[in-house]
């Protein structure tokens, strides 16, 4: 498990031997696909929204080309609240 060398140190919680407590485990987990979920939006998104709307790219934008891009990155963070509050709700 390379990946959780960091929970392991000396630092007082855990217990002794060194070894990562199992909810200290789920954490680190827990963390890292918060941390990939993240990524793929950010990426999904500036591609989407670029996509749509940079004509050409160049140095600086166009004040339409902002206001798209502040546009479509609203959108995609309000779907993204509302998917996950209809996930919350439908698991309780």
Same mark, same amino acid.
């Given at each position: 498990?390379?990946? /959780?060398?960091?929970?392991?140190?000396?630092? &007082?919680? &855990? &217990?002794?031997?060194?070894?990562?407590?199992?909810?200290?485990?789920?954490?680190?987990?827990?963390m890292n696909l918060q941390?990939?979920?993240?990524?793929? /939006? /950010?990426v999904t998104?500036?591609?989407?929204? /670029?996509?749509?709307?940079?004509?050409?790219?160049?140095?600086?934008?166009?004040?339409?080309?902002? !206001?798209?891009?502040?546009?479509?990155?609203? !959108?995609?963070?309000?779907?993204?609240?509302?998917?996950?509050?209809?996930?919350?709700?439908?698991?309780?």
């Amino acid at each position: 498990m390379s990946g /959780f060398g960091s929970l392991g140190g000396g630092g &007082g919680m &855990g &217990g002794g031997g060194g070894q990562p407590s199992d909810d200290q485990i789920m954490a680190a987990v827990q963390m890292n696909l918060q941390q990939e979920e993240a990524m793929r /939006f /950010f990426v999904t998104v500036r591609e989407k929204c /670029f996509d749509k709307c940079i004509e050409k790219p160049s140095g600086s934008m166009s004040s339409g080309e902002e !206001r798209c891009l502040s546009h479509c990155l609203g !959108r995609y963070v309000d779907a993204t609240r509302a998917v996950a509050e209809g996930l919350t709700q439908a698991s309780q």
